[in-house]
């Protein structure tokens, strides 16, 4: 019977029955390959299996007695298996049949009162302990609904033909063929889905799930726990229930021993009513009216000023707003109005009280739609937990506290309009007192946030709040990681309210951040529309001096002097001079030249950003298409690769030779070109078709399809199905985000899907309007993710040796939970490889189960050390991640290897050394040495870098080191918990570092989009700055295209991107016509390019220069941003100015006049605007 066994121990147990002859029979679950039997008849084992399926304190009884008479001869009776109830319903005061559907709803339910259903396993209902589930009962009835809590098996078990939980579902939950709960509440772990219910079925009932977790760990270590879940929890009550569309909530019960020392669970009292509330909240969007519901819109907006009001990456907010608003209005939703326009919609907003108190007048803080006086917010306060106040006070002083404080009324930025509050969630504190950053990382919001959720909840009384984009600030206040008490700021800022939260599809990491912490239902959204970067301006001039060299050099190299000077007059225009030197073989500088600006032409970047529910249409589909189908999926070749190879050329070679030359005389730089036009020409010959089965069909006589042979054109065949059949009708239904809102507003089941970047993980992601969900961290890194670590660890490897001639000892790795969900864990990996350790794979579940040594002979590089830099979400998400790398350190430095072979022993025998000779203990000094995993610390998260440039608040490097320091320095072991703030240990680390690296998976987004990338990155290689005086080797792995992994200089890439996307004209022109978004993404971009300046060093002159000419001085330029977003041409004027004063910038004073002059300009026009607003 089955296959075999993957536990050691009963492997090794079956094993030594087996040797002796005794029969036995182990099961560890449903699945077949999981089973052994040993001297087992079939029929005796179905007796078995009957006993233990159908349960039961009498059942078990019977077992051993059946047992014992049928294998040990004894002289007693058993009787045969009785079953139980497979499914029933639970209620402390009802006595009658559980399987009495019927009955039970005659007695127990009120149709004109909102009704829950709860589902938790028939093994808790067996075994009578029905502590949790009557005080759930009970506070649900008290908070005025109906219960129907109802156990079950999670899966149909074949041998005794139970039921489904599908089954019991319909029956109790729906009698007589209609649903009559309005939400349900699962105590269930691991996926239902999983064991045989159906996500259609889900669909078809259409009531929304909210997850309730039994915490396994003591109550007291769960309240001590600033994790909150262990590792296991995560994994099974948290992320694979994902796999099933639910809300997250909260712990409803916890284990305690009682008086006869026997294990049982205990209510969280204060939880139970938590989720009571929660539910409620939830059906209530399912039985008020439309017109009933008032529902608060909340803009992101950080930096804190009117140009970032939305601030959410890759989507135009306020046009999503609008698109929204009109479909609201049309479901009957109660707006007055409806501005025409983005321009008007952001006049309304920064008309009235807003976030940017330096341009807000006292009229409009006294006009505010929104206040909280001292006396409510008093009340409020006291009422929070104890421990919660203590903080509050501690950090931000007495109630109501000073922050947006005007004449002891907190104000609540935003405007009324009809039944909606349109609003900017407020600052989370760091900007009102940047000192934080250094002492407390982990400080509370202030007041005035939480007092501002509270009027939006218990004052205004929301009955759901929209938090438009990626991504906000209340998923990421202090408090514990997961499975969330009443002293978490998460919690405590929402409380009971629906948090319907659209979402980048890309962004994985942050949006099961928002998940799991800030209980949102995620609607995912489009990425922005993307192509390649093309060729233009100055890039073109010089590509076509480089094409020309390559022809005189061909066919007549005696006047190929002229063709050279022009090829240097053109790089010079480019600022090619501190990347590429001409040596003294010119046509290997030509070369290089040649592969840089083809590489710059291919690159894909941003042509604009994403409206909610705006399917992509005409050219705009076109270019998504050619995005989706140049990368490899599922391996199944890529169309532009098909193409490629049917010219008769190699993809890779085209694109990383291009100065080479075909036999017809083109260069293999623009024999791209036709590849990629060629391309898009068979993808527009489906367009003009309307993508039809036809269209493709039609597709297969296109000239060079037509030609391929046999087994080609069954490839192109594949990729132009994969076009009609898939591609384009997902994308197509990129209206349900619009419309997935609308569900998810009342109250029903949002269909879950995998998350991850369109372009690099495939169209598994699509269609958007979903509730998606992230990965099993049990399985992280997969064997895919591991070849790709791999060949990123080599090339990390052989650039170092490239840069510098010799191994690098010590690298410094960035670690991020989205970046590895979506690649599978790619960078764990990576680690794991460059210290000589491979994972083991539990089959068929490839979950991790191990590691192993990669011999020295094998690996052919030294054991590299290997610190990582966590951020808190990893900490959070990925727990058994943090375990491996540990282990992995430990298994490294106990190997009997040279200090030439093993870095990492050779590094923490010095560190222990050192820390002895300072006084500290063997033991402590050897584990102290041994640390590889820092990040913030608990119930923290972020970098601090952010946070200290914007406010403006730093004077040198060191400033940031210590900044850095406080939110890094904080070490972590095996278990995932923190071992102590370690300042010292985690400075020696960084100061010991040669390189840096940070690997992204996708050109979705990248290093100049988000300030986070340099908060993590550049922060690491500032730390490293300040204490070595000298710049680490720093690097960024990129895996967007899975057969081409490439590793850049973080100089390199900043110098790509500000080449190929910032000073694009297809970027430029395509964040115009998003008007107020565009603007303000334009001038985040400078920004970002600025802030990594100051951290790595990264900005040359000519770069300052091209943005001060390109996107502030331009005429045109300024008077678009002064008509759509004067705030954001004062912040780039602001930044500009800024990176001058700090010596980043060696601004002409031409330059600096103009700047300064148009500074002093906007701010005054802004003042008058403000004064004169309303």
Request: net charge negative; aromatic share 10%; hydrophobic share 40%.
């Amino acid at each position: 019977m089955g296959t075999g066994l993957d536990n050691a121990f009963l492997k090794k147990a079956s094993h030594f029955l087996q040797q002796r002859r005794i029969p036995h029979l182990i099961v560890v679950d449903n699945a077949e390959h999981d089973k052994v039997s040993c001297g087992f008849s079939e029929e005796q084992i179905q007796t078995a299996w009957a006993y233990f399926r159908y349960d039961g304190e009498e059942n078990m009884r019977n077992l051993f007695l059946w047992l014992g008479a049928e294998f040990g001869r004894l002289p007693v009776h058993a009787e045969p298996p009785a079953a139980l109830a497979w499914n029933g319903i639970y209620h402390p005061d009802w006595m009658g049949d559980p399987e009495d559907a019927a009955g039970y709803l005659a007695a127990h339910y009120d149709a004109e009162r909102p009704t829950v259903g709860v589902i938790f396993y028939r093994s808790e209902w067996i075994t009578g302990d029905f502590t949790y589930h009557a005080a759930l009962v009970r506070a649900i009835e008290a908070a005025g609904m109906n219960a129907i809590v109802v156990f079950s098996n999670s899966y149909r078990d074949e041998r005794v033909e139970s039921p489904t939980l599908m089954e019991a579902i319909e029956k109790y939950f729906c009698p007589r063929g209609q649903c009559i709960v309005d939400v349900i509440v699962s105590t269930m772990k691991f996926s239902i889905k999983a064991g045989g219910t159906r996500i259609e079925d889900l669909c078809e009932l259409g009531v929304p799930i909210l997850e309730a977790y039994t915490v396994l760990a003591p109550k007291e270590e769960w309240e001590r726990s600033p994790a909150g879940l262990d590792p296991m929890e995560v994994s099974m009550s948290v992320a694979m229930p994902e796999f099933d569309g639910v809300i997250h909530a909260v712990p409803l019960a916890a284990k305690v021993r009682d008086e006869s020392g026997e294990v049982c669970y205990v209510s969280l009292e204060e939880r139970m009513a938590r989720i009571a509330a929660k539910a409620r909240k939830w059906a209530a969007l399912r039985r008020k009216s439309n017109a009933e519901k008032k529902i608060a819109v909340v803009f992101h907006n950080y930096p804190l000023t009117n140009a970032n009001i939305g601030s959410a990456a890759g989507l135009d907010s306020p046009e999503s707003v609008l698109r929204l608003l009109t479909a609201m209005r049309a479901a009957g939703y109660v707006i007055d109005e409806i501005p025409e326009s983005s321009k008007a919609f952001m006049k309304l907003l920064t008309d009235h009280a807003t976030n940017d108190r330096r341009f807000m007048s006292a009229q409009q803080a006294r006009d505010a739609d929104g206040h909280l006086t001292a006396e409510q917010y008093r009340a409020f306060f006291k009422e929070l937990p104890d421990r919660v106040r203590a903080q509050l006070e501690k950090d931000w002083g007495d109630a109501p506290g000073d922050v947006f404080n005007y004449d002891g009324t907190l104000l609540i930025p935003g405007t009324l309009n009809g039944n909606l509050f349109i609003t900017v969630q407020p600052p989370r504190g760091f900007g009102e007192d940047p000192g934080k950053l250094l002492h407390s990382p982990d400080a509370a919001p202030t007041h005035h946030y939480i007092g501002y959720y509270h009027w939006l909840r218990d004052i205004w009384r929301a009955d759901a709040v929209i938090h438009v984009g990626t991504h906000g600030s209340l998923e990421w206040l202090p408090g514990k990681g997961t499975g969330l008490s009443n002293a978490c700021y998460p919690d405590v800022s929402l409380g009971d309210l629906p948090d319907i939260y659209p979402y980048w599809i890309t962004i994985v990491g942050e949006g099961i951040q928002a998940k799991r912490r800030g209980a949102a239902c995620l609607i995912s959204h489009l990425s922005p529309p993307m192509e390649l970067a093309g060729g233009f301006e100055e890039l073109g001039e010089l590509e076509q001096a480089l094409d020309e060299y390559v022809h005189f050099r061909a066919s007549q190299p005696d006047n190929i002097e002229a063709a050279e000077t022009l090829v240097r007059e053109k790089a010079a225009a480019c600022h090619f001079e501190d990347e590429i030197e001409e040596g003294k073989d010119f046509s290997d500088y030509a070369a290089t030249l040649h592969n840089y600006v083809t590489d710059i032409k291919n690159m894909q970047i941003r042509t604009g950003l994403h409206i909610l529910g705006r399917a992509p249409e005409g050219e705009r589909l076109i270019n998504f298409v050619c995005a989706l189908v140049r990368m490899e999926h599922g391996g199944e070749a890529s169309l532009v690769r098909l193409i490629a190879a049917q010219a008769g050329y190699d993809y890779e070679e085209l694109l990383t030779h291009s100065e080479r030359m075909t036999a017809d005389g083109m260069t293999y730089g623009r024999k791209l070109d036709a590849v990629e036009s060629e391309m898009r020409a068979i993808i527009a010959f489906l367009a003009e078709r309307d993508y039809t089965a036809e269209a493709a069909e039609a597709a297969m006589a296109l000239p060079v399809i037509a030609a391929a042979p046999a087994e080609s054109r069954a490839a192109f065949s594949h990729a132009l199905r994969e076009i009609t059949e898939n591609i384009v009708p997902r994308l197509q239904k990129t209206e349900q985000e619009i419309t997935g809102t609308l569900r998810a507003l009342t109250g029903k089941y949002i269909e879950p899907s995998p998350a991850g970047a369109p372009t690099t993980n495939g169209t598994d992601v699509l269609p958007t309007g979903r509730n998606f969900y992230g990965l099993d961290p049990r399985c992280m890194p997969t064997p895919a993710a591991w070849e790709y670590g791999r060949q990123l660890g080599d090339a990390l490897i052989e650039q170092y040796i490239s840069d510098e001639g010799r191994y690098p000892e010590a690298v410094g790795i960035v670690f991020w939970a989205g970046s590895n969900m979506r690649s599978h864990g790619q960078c764990i990996a990576e680690l794991f490889y460059l210290m000589g350790v491979r994972p083991v794979w539990r089959r068929p579940s490839q979950r991790v189960a191990g590691l192993e040594i990669i011999p020295l002979a094998e690996l052919k590089h030294p054991r590299i050390d290997v610190t990582a830099r966590i951020s808190g979400l990893f900490r959070d998400a990925v727990p058994n991640a943090v375990h491996w790398v540990d282990e992995a350190v430990r298994m490294v430095r106990d190997l009997d290897e040279s200090d030439e072979e093993n870095y990492v022993r050779k590094h923490v025998l010095a560190d222990a050394t050192w820390l002895e000779e300072q006084g500290e203990a063997r033991e402590s000094a050897w584990a102290r040495a041994s640390v590889r995993i820092f990040g913030d610390p608990p119930g923290a998260y972020g970098a601090g870098i952010g946070d200290l440039l914007e406010s403006k608040a730093w004077k040198t490097l060191d400033d940031l080191a210590a900044v850095y320091t406080r939110f890094s320095g904080t070490a972590y072991g095996g278990d995932g918990l923190a071992r102590g703030y370690d300042p010292e240990v985690f400075q020696r680390r960084m100061s010991g570092l040669d390189v840096t690296v940070k690997n992204e998976d996708t050109r979705e987004t990248h290093m100049f989009s988000s300030d986070d990338y340099n908060a993590y990155h550049g922060g690491m290689i500032a730390t490293v700055r300040a204490l070595t005086g000298k710049a680490p080797r720093s690097y960024t792995g990129d895996s967007s295209d899975r057969q081409r992994i490439v590793l850049r200089s973080v100089d390199e890439e900043a110098a790509r991107l500000f080449r190929g996307e910032a000073m694009n004209p297809k970027f430029i022109e395509g964040m115009k016509s998003h008007g107020y978004k565009g603007a303000s993404d334009l001038a985040n971009y400078l920004a970002h390019s600025y802030q990594w300046d100051a951290t790595s060093a990264v900005m040359k002159d000519w770069m300052y220069e091209g943005y001060a000419r390109k996107y502030v001085l331009d005429a045109g330029m300024q008077e678009w941003m002064q008509d759509v977003n004067p705030w954001a041409l004062h912040r780039m004027a602001e930044t500009l100015l800024e990176a001058q004063q700090r010596g980043l910038w060696n601004a002409s004073e031409e330059t600096l006049a103009e700047l300064r002059s148009l500074y002093l300009s906007i701010e005054g026009d802004l003042e008058e605007r403000a004064e004169g607003a309303q």
